[in-house]
């Protein structure tokens, strides 16, 4: 998937950055592969993360956190028109078709780096998200719904799903880990939206199942009681009664 990040500081467009590596990431330290030079961004503030087809964003642990849409996210797949908000700077999500944006001179730069972090006040925030265009999204409400271990080393245990993504996989970042040669790092996700919960194949010749089919990389709407099967681990999704 061809894709870029534009990069804006209130209304000035700084730069656009193709995604067109494995890992690309965000910070205030000059090793980053997008410079962000603001004392609210942190040295290591975010990544994104091109896993097949997929463009994923995490957040790498930053003081003030990354925010997508107007919500704090720790992982979130990349959709078109994703505003992320890092700091006080915002960056656009597009896709190649769209038409490229002329960069703009790079506006004054501010104080010079530190090593601490500056902290902003949710009250700050909402008002640079204001200002660079975003608008709050109203929540949806939706039931919350969990997953049930049946089957494999982690059987028994059970875990609600109330973040926006929640991976699978043998990687060290995944929620659940499913060893597994043929298992992927990040072999499957189960976002949380606004439609829905969803799961989605990313990598691994162990493919993904739900109720014995394979998953492909589109995301598949999962129902209560559905049962997810990866690896030699089988789980069963389930909406709580509220």
Do not use: W
Request: glycine share 10%; net charge neutral; charged share 25%.
């Amino acid at each position: 998937m061809a894709c870029k990040l534009i990069l804006k500081f209130k209304d000035t467009v700084i730069s656009e950055i193709p995604l067109d590596r494995e890992e690309t990431t965000i910070g205030r330290k000059p090793e980053n592969t997008i410079h962000v030079d603001n004392l609210a961004v942190s040295g290591r503030h975010a990544r994104v993360l091109k896993i097949g087809n997929k463009a994923i964003l995490e957040d790498l642990g930053s003081t003030n956190g990354t925010f997508v849409n107007d919500k704090q996210i720790t992982k979130h797949i990349l959709q078109h028109g994703d505003s992320i908000v890092i700091g006080k700077h915002l960056l656009t999500f597009v896709s190649l078709e769209d038409k490229p944006v002329v960069a703009a001179p790079e506006p004054e730069p501010e104080e010079d780096d530190m090593d601490k972090t500056m902290v902003i006040t949710p009250q700050a925030r909402s008002a640079m998200i204001s200002k660079s265009g975003g608008s709050p999204s109203a929540a949806a409400a939706m039931p919350l719904a969990g997953l049930q271990i049946i089957a494999g080393p982690l059987a028994g245990k059970s875990m609600e799903l109330t973040a926006s993504l929640t991976s699978l996989g043998k990687g060290e970042n995944c929620r659940i880990k499913i060893k597994g040669f043929t298992v992927g790092k990040q072999a499957a996700v189960i976002t949380r939206r606004p439609t829905g919960y969803h799961i989605a194949h990313l990598e691994g010749l162990a493919k993904s199942k739900v109720n014995g089919e394979a998953v492909g990389d589109q995301p598949r709407t999962l129902k209560d009681g559905d049962i997810i099967e990866l690896g030699d681990t089988k789980i069963e999704f389930y909406i709580k009664s509220k």
